[in-house]
């Protein structure tokens, strides 16, 4: 999901790829298994390593093998047990029934949310413009909602000079 709209929001496939820099955002998602979540997100991006991410606005024309079908090849060499716990953590991942995946959604989410915003703050015109009110209409949870709200409207740097303030540091403007 994340690389579908990232691609959306004008963002280049290479910066998705930069290794789970926003597993740690999947921490301050409350309401699951805060070790759950992370795991779900890692494992839920594993079949697209084989077909892509595919926009929904391409899924028509396009047909990917199902994710399950992708695992399955990807884990037939391995020991049973392993290979199981795999293929059950990815299907849970692509059901969202769970708080934790529906968790790990969010984080994906919001991450695409905040790369987005970090564009555009270097000045980037070729973003859609960031429409609060989609990025929190597709959160499920409560606090990705709120963290959804209040990453579309905070101006970009605003965490970090927050932080560097309250430990007497002060940012080069």
Request: glycine share 6%; charged share 25%.
């Amino acid at each position: 999901m994340g690389a579908r709209r990232c691609r959306r929001a004008g963002i280049r496939r290479r910066a998705l790829l930069r290794g789970g820099r926003h597993r740690l955002r999947h921490r301050i998602l409350r309401g699951a298994d805060p070790e759950r979540a992370p795991t779900l997100a890692v494992f839920h991006d594993l079949p697209e390593t084989r077909i892509g991410d595919v926009h929904s606005v391409g899924k028509p024309y396009v047909r990917t093998a199902p994710a399950a079908q992708v695992i399955a090849d990807q884990t037939a060499g391995l020991p049973v047990d392993v290979t199981a716990s795999i293929r059950a953590l990815v299907a849970e991942s692509e059901d969202h029934a769970t708080p934790e995946a529906q968790c790990a959604k969010d984080a994906d989410r919001l991450d695409c949310l905040l790369r987005a915003r970090l564009e555009q703050s270097r000045g980037h015109q070729n973003l859609q413009p960031v429409d609060r009110h989609n990025a929190w209409r597709a959160m499920q949870t409560p606090t990705g909602k709120r963290l959804a709200e209040a990453a579309a409207v905070a101006p970009v740097g605003t965490w970090w000079q927050t932080f560097a303030e309250e430990y007497g540091h002060r940012t080069v403007q």
